[in-house]
């Protein structure tokens, strides 16, 4: 029987098409971006409030290049980018995902004109990429405070001090 990938992955959404799909998704439109190497609850849960604070949300992961530059560990990602991506679409919340390679999501953000800017609590709002344009065409941004305390880096920390 030949592989049929599953529906989720439909989600998944190359930049060059962003346009395209997103003309077909329900407005206001969430934008929020992260790395998602791991994936654990405090992930799950921030990306169930930021889909409340819209009717579609849009999740851009960094590419692993990208994600190698952030500084996180020369072994990280963990996961590869398609794996990342395949998780988040899986999410129930989650709408369309896609990617970048530079160091920020701005393109992303200007690709897609959200309605809202998220991310999570340890980003003040005046920091976060893409706020001055969101706010500058009438969206709003949003720092989301954390409800549980999680971190792939301690994730990873305590694993490696189990061996």
């Known amino acids: 029987m030949p592989y049929a990938p ?12 962003l346009a395209e799909r997103l003309a077909a998704v329900a407005r206001p439109l969430v934008f929020t971006n992260g790395c998602f190497d791991i994936l654990h609850r405090g992930h799950a849960t921030y990306l169930a409030q930021a889909r409340a604070l819209g009717n579609s949300l849009l999740v851009a992961v960094n590419s692993d290049a ?5 500084g996180k560990g020369d072994d990280r990602p963990l996961n590869p980018l398609e794996d990342r991506l395949a998780v988040l679409a899986a999410l129930e919340c989650v709408t369309l995902v896609t990617w970048f390679d530079e160091d920020t999501p701005l393109a992303r953000i200007l690709d897609s004109r959200p309605d809202v800017l ?5 980003w003040p709002v005046e920091r976060i990429v893409g ?16 409800r549980h305390q999680r971190s792939t880096t301690e994730l990873i920390g305590r694993i490696r001090t189990q061996r």
């Open 118 to 122: 998220v991310k999570g609590g340890d």
């Open 66 to 70: 990208s994600v190698r530059r952030l």
């Open 6 to 17: 599953p529906s989720f992955e439909a989600k998944i959404c190359a930049p060059e098409a």
């Open 131 to 146: 706020s001055a344009e969101v706010l500058g065409w009438g969206g709003a941004v949003h720092s989301i405070p954390f």
